[in-house]
């Protein structure tokens, strides 16, 4: 406590997560598709990969991510099914709804079935954190048929493992202080944010479960994990300091996508995809009032694999240019691989208002003045006409077409 | 609040008795406690002291209470490292009834047994100091026979175990039940909530000569089908109603039973400690009276 009178609250973190979501939802459209395998994949693409997959699925092999000839050959009595990622995001957004009614702050994932509520200091209008958890799973169990996993913590961290240890469905109550013993003993798998090349160095040094690594010093861990021992030391003791992020406050993104009809590895065809999607985000941002400080690029490979990488600027844009500029030194940074890429996602994050100030030396600013100018134009054309009427540069037409996420903004 | 000092068994009071029929003199010890002890609210209330954390609650608790009724293990599954860590930390005086959990009640499911077997070995810990299994049952549980069958099958999986059973059903206050309950020397859990249609009535009926049960709500009308349990309990028992109460039912409970427990559920803005404390001193005055 400060001499200020500034008190530290415990938090109380819910967690809900719909386990196979993709299913969950596909289930709730048609009641004939439960308690049968079932596989959600792109049955067009030449080589498709599993989207998401049923629990009886997972336990005859199938894994997401896994090319669909081998995950057919794995579960052969599996239903088969296109994604629908505008259906998936219809129940992410009543779902939402569901928990505005709660707290101002929640931060979700695309379409997986991932919520963090951050429900601290609520108490006196809606009663205890374990009540508001059990609530919103029997309303949302009642109002959508489907049925949430909710884990209560001091963190996000917390909450996460606990939904980890009980899925595909129940509940965790993990009492404040208690973190570090409720994290002790389970396997070092469960702990969230561990890089697959950290994981095989934990299981080089025998440290198969949290309570093991907790045991180290941060120096210990230093001679490893280089930078990482800090997250490694806290996490282990379930410490996570993090924020529970809301849309509202710009810790959310702006995320569009494009899956390419046929795998590829052509630049230029990446490049002009790349700078496609930064105009709708630019676009989008402009709508909002709002710049961008960063551009990240998803790429997934064919394979399953994905490299993620990021350009960041200073000051905000929410110009095309400088935002096409920055996609493609990350497409750049991202292109490490030769295989052929399946799709593309682009993230511009870091967002914040538009500061409403001019310049002191205008004069020196009549290139960007000229440039807002195409950009209000251009702005007004796809207002009315639709945003592929017109392009600049390196932009190309992209397609939407059914059960293809091409262009769609994911939030 | 709980800085006070107040003995070494707080909020609890041993009344006698003068049986009528055999003229001889017996004693009930009736103790005092809340539903649940955990709630950040009560530090911004009062009751506990300023940035108390929730790990101190309960050794706070234990300054003004000697028993407890846990509801979290209505929210999951007891689990018994937890809850040995709980006893561990509780003070020594303490005594706690706990909840069965939402599965094997609102959330009836199948696999009832199963998570029956879970909840025995879940409360494991609480052996020596648990005076009762609390199984409340949700307004829409009637008498049906399906629910009738249900319950004896329940019952049966608890038969070892003290057992106290809430209904908020009207449809359960009838004789047979009570006297099936007292064959099975189950506590019927007396009420105190508001009078509405529908609603188990609030009785005096004492099923089981070893323990009687009673729960406080509240008497907020308006609140309690509004959804929130913030309005729900929020209530606050004034002296006078809580003296009538005593007077009413408290004593012909006592009169027939070896041990009393005595919860309060309005929980919002602290009032359940607060009202607690104040029946405890009722009490309190009512043995001095019998002297």
Known sequence: MSSQGFRLRERDVLHFNVADFAVAVERVTDGSLRGRPLIIAPLQAARAVVYDMSEEAYGEGVRKGMPLRQATGICRGAELLAPRVRLYQKAMQAFLKELQGYSPLIEYGQADGHFFVDVTGTHRLYGPAPDVGWRVRRHVRTSLGINPIWTLGTSKLVAKVASRLVKPVGEYIVTAGEEAIFLAPLPIHLLPGLSGSELQKLQEFQLTTIGALAKLNCHQLMVPFGSRCEYLHAASRGIDDSRVGSPGAGLQGIDYEHTFADDTNDRRQLEGVVATLAGRAGFRLRAQQQVARRVGIWLRYSDGGHVVRQASCRTGTSSDFLLQQLALTALQRALTRRTRIRSCRLVCDRLQRRSPQLSLFPEQEQGQLRRQKVLGAMDSLRKRFGHGVISVGRQVPVDISAGDSSGLPIH | ?291
């Open chain 2, 1 to 291: 609040m709980v800085s006070e000092n107040n003995g070494p068994c707080p909020a609890s009071v041993e009344l006698s008795f003068v049986s009528e029929a055999t003229g001889v003199a017996r004693s009930c010890p009736v103790y005092v406690g809340t539903c649940g002890y955990s709630y950040t609210e009560w530090v911004d209330s009062g009751f506990y002291p300023e940035g108390t954390k929730s790990a101190e609650m309960l050794g706070l608790y234990g300054r003004c209470f000697s028993v407890v009724e846990l509801n979290y293990t209505w929210y999951q599954m007891a689990r018994a490292d937890a809850l040995a860590r709980m006893v561990e930390k509780a003070p020594a005086h303490l005594l706690f009834a706990a909840k069965l959990t939402r599965t094997m009640t609102h959330e009836r499911d199948d696999n009832w047994r199963e998570q029956l077997h879970l909840y025995r070995q879940g409360i494991e810990p609480l052996k020596n100091r648990l005076l009762a299994v609390l199984l409340q049952l949700p307004p829409d549980f009637d008498r049906s026979i399906a629910n009738r069958n249900y319950l004896a099958a329940l019952l049966d999986g608890l038969h070892d175990l003290p057992v106290a059973v809430e209904f908020r059903h009207c449809s359960w206050a009838t004789d047979s039940v009570f006297a099936e309950l007292e064959r099975r020397r189950v506590t019927l859990v007396a009420i105190d909530a508001p009078s509405l249609p529908g609603l188990f009535p609030s009785l005096d009926v004492v099923t089981n000569p070893a323990l009687f049960y009673v729960r406080f709500h509240g008497r907020n009308k308006e609140g309690w089908r509004s959804g929130n349990m913030q309005k729900k309990f929020n209530y606050d028992y004034s002296e006078e109603e809580l003296r009538a109460w005593c007077d009413s039912y408290l004593q012909p409970m006592a009169a027939c039973a070896d041990r009393g427990i005595l919860f309060f559920n309005n929980h919002v803005r602290a009032m359940a400690p607060r009202n607690g404390r104040k029946l405890a001193v009722i009490l309190a005055g009512l043995r001095q009276g019998e002297r």
